[in-house]
């Protein structure tokens, strides 16, 4: 069998998820399976359709951005992930989605308050918003640098802990310790960037979540005595 079958069956069918979930249309977006050990990973294909979408047309490449295996072209935002696979030393996967209500935050440049439980279930920090880029970096190496952006973003924070990001005027990127974790983050996101934007359509002065309710819902979910579902 292929060296990188299983790899790149992961990535096919974690892309495959995405229209699935209603996290973008027709090319929009694209997720990424990593393999620590070899350090490659396989990513969607540039401007293939989602429903067109094989297994054998997902491209592997390498962290410097060399295609190791396949014959189509490797998604226009191979270096963000190349450069986020690096930087983020414990990641297994990334997705990158244009869904509708996480864009809308990006695009207004604002971070999502925590403000209610299902938010703190998932983290306990706000849905943290990038700098927007600068000139010199959009004429430079763009998709390099929105790599760059997304980790500068995270000099204070852990990305360990906060799983997904909005680069500004652009979309959410995720991530997790598999390629399926990344795609449930981005569906996760979508859903607290809706809850969000009504929130405060409702009440524009919605205050934060208390600390006492961040911590609770948390902590039950994932701190060491949690008592949330089935074990
Ligand atoms: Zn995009």
Same mark, same amino acid.
């Given at each position: 069998?292929?060296?990188?079958?299983?790899?790149?069956?992961?990535?096919?069918?974690?892309?495959?998820?995405?229209?699935?979930?209603?996290?973008?249309?027709?090319?929009?977006?694209?997720?990424?399976?990593?393999?620590?050990?070899?350090?490659?990973?396989?990513?969607?294909?540039?401007?293939? +359709?989602?429903?067109?979408?094989?297994?054998?047309?997902?491209?592997?490449?390498?962290?410097?951005?060399?295609?190791?295996?396949?014959? !189509?072209?490797?998604?226009?935002?191979?270096?963000?992930?190349?450069?986020?696979?690096?930087?983020?030393?414990?990641?297994?996967?990334?997705?990158?989605?244009?869904? +509708?209500?996480?864009?809308?935050?990006?695009?207004?440049?604002?971070?999502?308050?925590?403000?209610?439980?299902?938010?703190?279930?998932?983290?306990?920090?706000?849905?943290?918003?990038?700098?927007?880029?600068?000139?010199?970096?959009?004429?430079?190496?763009?998709?390099?640098?929105?790599?760059?952006?997304?980790?500068? +973003?995270?000099?204070?924070?852990?990305?360990?802990?906060?799983?997904?990001? !909005?680069?500004?005027?652009?979309?959410?990127? +995720?991530?997790?310790?598999?390629?399926?974790?990344?795609?449930?983050?981005?569906?996760?996101?979508?859903? !607290?960037?809706?809850?969000?934007?009504?929130?405060?359509?409702?009440?524009?002065?919605?205050?934060? !979540?208390?600390?006492?309710?961040?911590?609770?819902?948390?902590?039950?979910?994932?701190?060491?005595?949690?008592?949330?579902?089935?074990?």
């Amino acid at each position: 069998m292929n060296l990188y079958h299983e790899l790149k069956e992961i990535a096919w069918l974690s892309n495959l998820e995405i229209p699935k979930l209603g996290l973008a249309i027709y090319t929009f977006g694209n997720v990424s399976a990593f393999d620590k050990d070899k350090g490659v990973f396989a990513i969607k294909p540039s401007g293939v +359709t989602y429903d067109k979408l094989e297994l054998d047309d997902m491209v592997v490449v390498d962290l410097d951005y060399k295609i190791v295996e396949g014959k !189509l072209r490797p998604s226009s935002d191979t270096k963000t992930h190349a450069v986020l696979y690096k930087q983020f030393k414990d990641i297994g996967g990334i997705a990158h989605t244009h869904s +509708t209500y996480a864009v809308a935050w990006a695009q207004a440049i604002k971070s999502i308050p925590i403000f209610g439980t299902t938010h703190a279930d998932h983290l306990q920090h706000d849905i943290p918003c990038t700098e927007v880029m600068s000139e010199e970096m959009i004429h430079g190496a763009y998709e390099e640098e929105t790599g760059n952006q997304i980790v500068k +973003t995270f000099e204070h924070l852990s990305y360990k802990e906060i799983e997904m990001v !909005l680069v500004a005027c652009h979309g959410p990127f +995720t991530w997790g310790a598999t390629a399926e974790k990344a795609v449930y983050n981005s569906a996760v996101l979508e859903e !607290l960037a809706k809850m969000g934007y009504l929130t405060l359509q409702i009440n524009s002065q919605t205050p934060r !979540l208390s600390s006492a309710l961040i911590d609770k819902h948390y902590q039950r979910k994932h701190g060491p005595e949690a008592y949330y579902g089935q074990s």
